[in-house]
């Protein structure tokens, strides 16, 4: 009998025994026997005179205590698998080094991948494992490689390439382990697609072949426990998955075995046995996938305990308690996305997230896995939940953040296919709150953040829902901007932000912005900018409402820009636009002013002496022209001043200077002296130089002003003592000119003196 005849024949008989059946006395003489023979049997290879054999042999010994203690770690303690793991890495690759060919090297290869993935270094892993799936093809390690890439994949998704792998070893290594493990997990596979017959045929034939196939490849047993359940025949799988557990020799198998042994009997609804092996699976080996499905059945069955209750005791609330709570969901749906669970946990998630309140939180797992899912019980669950979460959210009373939350969860939406089932009532409301959030921040007063928020919707949503309501929102953000910027002398910012959007279609072209464009413009001294803002305002249709005040900035700027004919025929348009306002104080102002840059004083003075009313209240500031009180009472001073009116001048400058700004004083005053010198009426310059001196007495061009006219008024002495004061100015030029005069005052009292006419000064 040779050695591999002889553990054939142990691995029958004690397959036999796993059945159930008590092992009869004979079997125990057989043992006798068998290891009586094995006596007689020929030495085991490393017995041989070849010493690398004996070494390699050796060498495992000698690894084989970190091995269990490995395989111990990873059952029970991921932690302390991932802490052992890097001094058994470095172990078995110097074996490997050393023995490439021995007798061990497959499951020396086969362990390095399990070590590589407990560290997480899955390409290392996988590496690995193919390894032992292609190179030892008939070891047994090659369908546990097999099985652990099989599971690897499961994880990420990526079926295509694993059945490449199956046909790759299909193909190259025929009637290896490795062949037949690839083909029964391509089977189970067609199994789980629902098309058994074909597959029950090949299960026969093959057992038919090789009797003792689930011996040496127990992945067999799995095959025929799906096929059973399939045929509606639960105890029969549950009794093959039984006698497969005690084959398997991966903690990943024996726990997948517990929870699909979980699964039938839940199928069957006997909870108490379901409970019984969830409970196995999910703490003997806490570090597998099952593991962490086998927690989420027995919260899920603790969760419809407290429903149960709830129902007849009436003061249970129910939910999932504080020890299950999402984590344990969002940690399944992170790691094993492509499981066939993970409908279901998807669907609990979004149950827990609804009786927490975190609708948002519905909204954003039902963005990233609805479109997935196909299951149309739980799609219907996770719509439900949709339409739950929705209908909270259109309530007033929404927890603090939700808007501002909802606009982050609205930067996501772009990446998705809103076309997709169950997607379009989620797009609908995070584009309702997200502009409520606009409008939330422009009512705090920040219409920045809030024209930030506006640009980003729109880049999200090129096609909104409801345009009007984004636009009227985004509209709102910019006014107030707008209004904020002026307020606070911050024209050029409200500029550069126009300049930057300028050729949108948006709010930024919309005649109310504009206007506000206008008045930064004229707020920068820039008035002809202003004026075209105006036009291209006016041109683009303003609301009845607003249109007065856009004309009146509009005349203001064109008399700015020195064209009072382009302001007098804008007031024209108002007047016949708005007859109604023809007599306001704006309207009254505007056309005296034209009629001031035109010429015509006496008709300037007349229009706004009907105006004038010192004290009052300024009439004009909401309307954009800028125009107070101030500016008409100045403007009637200069009209009476350049009609000749000196004492309608003297009688508004009363009432006016005290409201004056000093360096307008000093404009005025200058101008009411120089005009009235001009025209003759030098005892009206003198009132006004004596005020100009009183606010500037050093300044050498009022004192010469003022020395002209008290010379032109008779007070000659006194004007020339203003002049020789000027000669001791800083000023070089003051000083010549004051200079020359007393010369020519000195030559004229002297040898010129006998050449004055009566009449002259003295």
Known sequence: MTTGRLHHTIHERGASAVHGTNPPRSLYIWLFSVFMLSLLLPPPAWCDTDADGKAAFDAWQELRPAVEIFWNN????????????????????????????????????????????????????????????????????????LNALISHMQERGDQAELHRFYRAIMRQYPDTQAAKTAWILM????????????????????????PDIHIKTPRFLDLKARLAQAGGHEGQARELWLHYLNLARLPSQKTAILFRIAESYRQEGRMLKARKYYTL???????????????????QMKNREKKRIASYVGDIKPGFSSKDPAELFLKIIDQYPAHPIIGEVISELMDHRLAARNDLEILRIALKYRPNIHDPTVAGRMDKAVLAAVKNLSRDN????????????????AANDMKAPGLSRISRTVQHLWTDYINQLVAQ?????????????????????????????????????????????????????????????????????????????????????AMRTCFRAWKTGPEPADAPALMFLWAQTALHSGKPETAGNILLLFESRFPNLSGSAESVYLNAAVAYESGDFLRASEMLSGIFRPGRQSPARESGADIDMEEIGCLFVESSIMSGNWTA????????????????KKQILG????????????????????????????????????????????????????????????????????????????????????????????
């Open 74 to 145: 990873r059952t029970e303690s991921p932690y302390m698998a991932g802490k052992s793991a890097w001094d058994l890495i470095s172990s078995l690759k110097n074996y490997i080094r050393r023995f490439p060919d021995s007798h061990e090297a497959p499951q020396a290869y086969f362990v390095l991948g399990e070590a590589y993935s407990a560290v997480g270094y899955k390409p290392e892993a996988v590496a690995h494992w193919r390894i032992t799936a292609r190179h030892f093809p008939d070891s047994a390690w090659a369908g546990e490689a």
């Open 187 to 210: 089977a189970i596979e067609t199994v789980e697609k629902g098309k058994t017959d074909a597959v029950a045929r090949e299960v026969k034939k093959l057992e038919n072949r090789m």
């Open 281 to 299: 699976a999910g703490s003997s080996f806490p570090a597998c996938p099952e593991a962490l499905f086998a927690r989420f059945r027995l919260a």
């Open 398 to 413: 929404k927890p603090p953040g939700t808007l501002k939350q909802a606009a982050a969860l609205g930067r996501t939406i």
């Open 445 to 529: 007063g920040h219409p920045s953040q809030a024209l930030e928020e506006a640009e980003v919707f729109r880049k999200s949503f090129p096609a909104p829902e409801t345009p009007g309501r984004i636009f009227q929102a985004e509209m709102n953000a910019l006014l107030a901007f707008d209004k904020k910027s002026l307020a606070e002398g911050q024209p050029i910012a409200l500029l550069n932000f126009h300049s930057a959007h300028k050729n949108e279609n948006t709010p930024f072209s919309s005649p109310r912005h504009l206007f506000y464009v206008a008045m930064a413009w004229n707020a920068l001294g820039c008035p002809e900018a």
């Open 649 to 664: 001048a003297d009688s508004a400058w009363q009432h006016l200077a005290p409201r004056l700004s000093y360096d307008r």
């Open 671 to 762: 101008r009411w002296g120089d005009s009235a010198f001009a025209v003759g009426h030098p005892a009206a310059a003198l009132q006004a130089y004596n005020r100009l001196i009183a606010l500037d007495p050093e300044n050498p061009a009022n004192i010469w002003r003022l020395a002209m006219a008290k010379e032109k008024t008779g007070a000659a002495d006194t004007a020339l003592e203003g002049w020789k004061s000027l000669t001791q100015s800083e000023n070089s030029l003051w000083a010549g000119a004051a200079g020359a005069v007393l010369a020519n005052e000195e030559f004229l009292k002297g040898p010129a003196g006998e050449l004055r006419t009566p009449g002259d000064r003295p």
